[in-house]
């Protein structure tokens, strides 16, 4: 699938509708049916992807080594080297506290993710968009993303 374009990466959802309609290059009464084709074309249809199977337990390890875990070990470490064993200690809790925490964050959003796509998938045709000035029901995986 096709990334995003580069209008989708600068576009604020808060800022006032007629300047996020510039951005996304439309209109409130919808794409024509051509435009909306040629930017399926384009962008590819809206689908959630799933990632590769990985195991929840690499998922977990992952958290230990990201670059802010790095650099808490290495202050850990040289806590150790330092003598003050207690700081030592006080930031590897830190460490296990924020891995277990940002690993629940992410298996949330998993499941999150996968309700969603279950719903749209046992729900064709979901969502009505505009099309000029027609509302055709569209699967959602056919509405177009800019």
């Given at each position: 699938?096709?990334?995003?374009?580069?209008?989708?990466?600068?576009v604020d959802p808060e800022e006032r509708v007629d300047l996020l309609l510039r951005h996304l290059a439309t209109r409130r009464d919808g794409l024509h049916a051509r435009e909306a084709a040629r930017r399926l074309e384009q962008y590819g249809s809206n689908e959630i992807r799933r990632r590769e199977a990985v195991s929840h337990a690499r998922d977990l390890l992952r958290q230990f080594t990201h670059p802010l875990a790095l650099l808490l070990?290495?202050?850990?470490?040289?806590?150790?080297?330092?003598g003050i064993v207690a700081l030592a200690i006080a930031?590897?809790?830190?460490?296990?506290?924020?891995?277990?925490?940002?690993?629940?964050?992410e298996l949330q959003a998993e499941r999150a993710t996968e309700?969603?796509?279950?719903t749209c998938r046992h729900a064709p045709g979901c969502g009505g968009t505009p099309r000029g000035w027609r509302f055709p029901r569209l699967s959602s995986f056919r509405v177009t993303c800019c």
């Open positions: 699938m096709p990334e995003p374009g580069p209008r989708a990466q600068l070990w290495g202050a850990a470490v040289l806590a150790v080297v330092g930031i590897v809790v830190v460490i296990i506290l924020n891995a277990v925490f940002a690993f629940a964050q309700a969603c796509s279950a």
